[in-house]
């Protein structure tokens, strides 16, 4: 979408230090961080939120939970000690850019209930 900002980064038309990219995904550090490490994984195409998946999506969203969470939780040492995903979903879910992206949250010890 044009006037997505994580469209833009995806396509390298905004400014973001990626920590890690492959042909589907990209990853780079909330710029509001609530923990030490606080990373957005955001996938390259254009998702709304959870409510617009398609089927075709389920190979993405395995991608991400199977092989990009642990890999970016192993490199970032948090893997072992513990560590967040939260998909926040909507206006009432706290979702403030209108383009799907998961938190990875570690670095500390984590409170529950979140908020």
Do not use: Y
Request: proline residues 5%; hydrophobic residues 40%.
């Amino acid at each position: 979408m044009a006037d997505c900002i994580f469209c833009k980064i995806a396509n390298k038309e905004a400014d973001a230090k990626f920590i890690f990219e492959d042909e589907t995904v990209i990853a780079i550090r909330d710029l509001s961080p609530k923990a030490p490490e606080h990373i957005l994984i955001i996938p390259k195409k254009h998702i709304g939120s959870i409510n617009d998946f398609t089927d075709s999506d389920k190979d993405l969203m395995a991608h991400i939970m199977v092989d990009v969470i642990p890999k970016i939780a192993n490199d970032l040492k948090i893997d072992k000690s513990g560590f967040r995903v939260v998909i926040n979903t909507g206006e009432d879910g706290g979702q403030t850019v209108n383009h799907l992206h998961i938190h990875l949250l570690g670095g500390r010890s984590l409170t529950w209930p979140p908020g």
